[in-house]
């Protein structure tokens, strides 16, 4: 089964997620949420250690332009 992805455009959609979604995962049987957050997005990275996410990898990459 493939599951589609949940875009977090403010702190009021996170609101929802914490509320809603996590429950509903845990319910599906989902194992871990995925977040991507740009280096350099510091709002977002707090708000993402605030609400109990943890940093996993870091990716680098290139372009090939």
Known sequence: M???????G???TMDTYTER???FCRWIGAAQVLVVCGH???AK???L??????I???WYVKGLK
């Open 21 to 23: 979604l996590i429950p």
């Open 40 to 42: 350099q997005d510091t």
């Open 45 to 47: 990275r707090t708000m």
């Open 2 to 8: 493939r599951y589609g992805h949940v875009g977090l």
């Open 49 to 54: 250690r605030d609400y109990g996410l943890e």
């Open 56 to 58: 996993a990898s870091e």
């Open 10 to 12: 403010s702190a009021r």
